[in-house]
């Protein structure tokens, strides 16, 4: 019988929650402004009047921080849930966690191998590295016309704008 009013009452607070939610968009729908000009599509960029083109050319290792970024950051939130329960888990959670992390690190080792984490002048790089641009990394470079020669089979199209020269590694 508890388990039933336990249920009754979670969907009598759902339906609730929905029900105020969609009372709340409607009214505004119903009472908010109804206009359109020009200036209402534009984009508000803190006061200041947007100028040029927002398709500017980004360099494609900032995609690439990003990726490995979330990488080794989900791999941070996975070794503080093992840290929390390590000691219900015991040695075996220890070997898993072992296994995990050396996965992770030779992942890294490859990636510095392959150059994915060099961006600084070419004269800087460190001994051993195979790249030679610092976009080349783990995707391959990028021509003039903006087309990624990964060093896998397949080409991606970035595109380089309006016939604008691209510079090796730049995504438009």
């Given at each position: 019988?508890?388990?039933d009013?336990?249920?009754?009452?979670?969907?009598?607070?759902?339906?609730?929650?929905?029900?105020?939610?969609?009372?709340?968009?409607?009214?505004?729908?119903?009472?908010?402004?109804?206009?359109?000009?020009?200036?209402?599509?534009?984009?508000?960029?803190?006061?200041?009047?947007?100028?040029?083109?927002?398709?500017?050319?980004?360099?494609?290792?900032?995609?690439?921080?990003?990726?490995?970024?979330?990488?080794?950051?989900?791999?941070?939130?996975?070794?503080?849930?093992?840290?929390?329960?390590?000691?219900?888990?015991?040695?075996?959670?220890?070997?898993?966690?072992?296994?995990?992390?050396?996965?992770?690190?030779?992942?890294?080792?490859y990636?510095?191998?392959?150059?994915?984490l060099?961006?600084?002048?070419?004269?800087?790089?460190l001994?051993?590295?195979?790249?030679?641009?610092?976009?080349?990394?783990?995707?391959g470079?990028?021509?003039?016309?903006?087309?990624?020669?990964?060093?896998?089979?397949?080409?991606?199209?970035?595109?380089?704008?309006?016939?604008?020269?691209?510079?090796?590694?730049?995504?438009?």
């Amino acid at each position: 019988m508890a388990d039933d009013l336990t249920l009754f009452r979670a969907l009598v607070y759902i339906g609730s929650v929905l029900g105020i939610a969609g009372v709340l968009v409607f009214v505004s729908w119903i009472l908010g402004q109804k206009h359109k000009e020009k200036v209402t599509d534009e984009p508000y960029e803190s006061g200041i009047a947007p100028t040029g083109s927002p398709r500017v050319p980004f360099n494609i290792d900032f995609y690439l921080v990003g990726l490995l970024f979330v990488i080794f950051d989900l791999e941070a939130a996975f070794l503080f849930a093992w840290a929390v329960a390590a000691r219900k888990l015991g040695w075996q959670g220890y070997g898993a966690v072992l296994v995990f992390v050396a996965i992770l690190v030779v992942g890294l080792i490859y990636e510095w191998r392959q150059g994915a984490l060099d961006f600084g002048p070419p004269g800087r790089r460190l001994p051993g590295v195979v790249s030679t641009t610092p976009s080349a990394g783990v995707f391959g470079a990028a021509d003039g016309a903006g087309v990624l020669r990964s060093k896998r089979s397949a080409d991606v199209y970035f595109g380089a704008g309006s016939g604008a020269a691209a510079r090796p590694g730049d995504v438009a």
